[in-house]
DNA sequence: ATTTATTATGCAATCGATTGCATAACCGGC
DNA sequence: GCCGGTTATGCAATCGATTGCATAATAAAT
């Protein structure tokens, strides 16, 4: 039998209201039945309910957050993010994957506003915004994190894709690499969409010809940097650098490069996007694109609870963070080291 | 105006019962008045509200996930495995990190219990049982995942460290190499405690004693890996292997080799536990002992939802699993690689 | 001493479902 | 046409809080 509020009401010889109002510092209540209240709470070792409480408050102190994985770092610093900054604020996260699959990222929805989060944080899958339509006209605060969707208006947290590859790949250009190759993902998703873009632009700024020969898509994960990588590195008149659109496509075409012993044979000047664990011990990169993932994660929860508190709401708002751009000038270079004993 | 129960009950022309008892698939009510009122439901667009069901029926269809961090591969990849178990039973997932404090990590029990998680998935932090004898008293069941923790009994997936570790360091000695250094973590957490446990081992099934000075202890991090690495790269007498206990450690142990140049002057037999999504690509480890990660996690859900659901009554079980042992013979080599264009 | 203002507390409705028990409706059997 | 037995539905209590309104108690004012 659990302790109901209405059991400390009766110990403490008061109404159920006065022991609710004690629970929410009510400044109605008089100093001495407070502390007697409260001694009884201690005593007991009454906790409140807040299920009950949230059914007649209709507030659950609950933040919904959708990423497409569960296991990527990238999402997962985001996550943390977004955890310190609820938990600060004394709200829970409630986390569900949609695998890229707008289908279950709609019935994570809708499972999670059946449970009444307060809020929504998401990273959505491709495709438009019409799926979210039904979300937006319902009560229900969104943010979305990371990537935009066609068509769609909602409070954003996102980073400049397209300058932080534009500079990137200009940087490579300046150091007379004009050959760069492209190892993005589908344009369906926006920030594959926009780092593509980056990469355009920087031919464009300086007057470089672009060769599609060397511009790849592929969809965001390991294997695919894998094959694309190995396609890059079959052409006959081969890129003198490569741009990779994230840190997995990164892994695998690096993987591709290692087992194949490509890389003893041409020097890549690589760039890479996002900085994770790993890449300081991978180290193919001439240049990092990195990201304040955990930054994204923290203003998007700032941005929801502004929401869900009321304290923010007029027209969606968008912030966006900036890129950082690191040059591993001591960056592997395997082939000019083993041949500098060798020839 | 949010439709309740009750709205759709006055449209269909039944009592709130019959309309609930529709939504429970109840055989007592008659075909036709079901199809009426589904009809009535879909038209209406009305949804169930959870969060009055869970006061009724004290469950919420939802678990607790608490992991040290969110931003691990290890840790998230097991939150996978969970996750999609327990989507695929109708459950949700509420998640929390305990930044590897006790204090916290007491914190977010308190918090999900309040908010009624039907059971509890626990990577605990350090320490002993006791801060958890009073969630094991109360009606929530838990399952500890990863990690055991003194004197106190509950049901649990671990994979086994001890063998794991103990069949690496074997196979190593096998091959000539007896002189294995460690790099571990606290013997506070029961993994670290039992991967040291099966390098003890290995040496005793081989009659090789153990160097003390060859043996570091540090915290599971990348830092900590670094430095350990340091200061064995830093003895008079170098180690031919090292064990090296997690994917972090692993990477940060990789990076110091790396950076200081270590690594094109002396070839290390390493092990590392844990395969990632990076270590294909690291490569410089010989053996790799690896964890279904995912398994465990759904074999957690599994076992929590046992639990909840009742089918499960006994006293704790404990599901082991085992690991894996991967030998990379194309492993880097770097300084044979660079010693043999060259001398 | 009576009225007015102020402060502290209680009453009772409410949030939106679920469910044990009662009952109405209908069936065939005699 | 009455009765026991199903079958389908409704009544009303309940889960554990919150909160607007009423009121009791006390203090202040006249």
Redesign the interface.
């Known amino acids: 039998m659990t302790i109901t509020l209405k059991d400390i009401a009766k110990i403490s010889g008061v109404s159920a209201a006065t022991v609710s109002r004690v629970l929410s510092d009510d400044p109605r209540i008089s100093g001495a039945t407070r502390e007697k209240v409260l001694a009884r709470i201690r005593e007991s070792g009454y906790?409140?309910?807040?299920?009950?409480r949230?059914?007649k408050t209709r507030r659950?102190n609950?933040i919904g957050f959708i990423a497409p994985?569960?296991?990527?770092?990238f999402f997962?610093?985001v996550?943390?993010g977004v955890?310190d900054e609820l938990?600060a604020q004394g709200f829970?996260?409630?986390?569900?994957?949609s695998k890229e699959d707008p289908r279950i990222e709609c019935e994570c929805i809708?499972?999670?506003?059946?449970?009444?989060v307060d809020g929504l944080i998401l990273i959505p899958c491709a495709g438009d915004g019409s799926r979210l339509a039904r979300l937006a006209k319902s009560r229900v605060p969104l943010v979305l994190v990371d990537r935009l969707l066609k068509g769609f208006r909602a409070d954003a947290v996102v980073v400049d894709n397209a300058q932080g590859t534009r500079r990137a790949v200009a940087r490579l250009m300046e150091r007379g690499i004009t050959r760069v190759g492209f190892i993005g993902a589908s344009r369906k998703i926006s920030t594959a969409r926009d780092r593509y873009r980056g990469y355009v632009q920087a031919h464009r700024d300086h007057g470089i010809a672009l060769d599609p020969a060397i511009v790849k898509f592929g969809d965001f994960h390991?294997e695919s940097g894998y094959g694309l990588m190995r396609e890059l590195a079959a052409m006959k008149r081969p890129a003198g650098g490569v741009f990779i659109a994230n840190h997995?496509m990164y892994?695998g075409a690096?993987?591709y490069l290692?087992?194949s012993g490509n890389i003893y044979r041409h020097d890549y000047a690589i760039i890479n996007f996002d900085e994770m664990?790993?890449t300081?011990?991978?180290?193919l990169a001439k240049l990092t694109v990195s990201q304040p993932s955990r930054e994204i994660g923290a203003g998007a929860a700032r941005m929801i609870l502004g929401r869900v508190r009321g304290e923010r709401t007029g027209p969606p708002e968008t912030l966006t963070l900036g890129t950082g751009l690191v040059a591993h000038d001591?960056a592997y270079s395997l082939n000019s080291?083993?041949?500098k004993?060798?020839?």
Do not use: C, F, K
């Open positions: 906790r409140v309910n807040d299920i009950a949230s059914l659950t609950t994985l569960l296991a990527e770092e997962m610093t996550a943390q955890e938990r829970h996260m409630l986390i569900a994957s809708e499972l999670m506003t059946r449970r009444w390991q997995y892994l690096a993987q290692l087992e664990s790993a300081p011990v991978i180290r001591d080291m083993i041949n004993p060798g020839a």
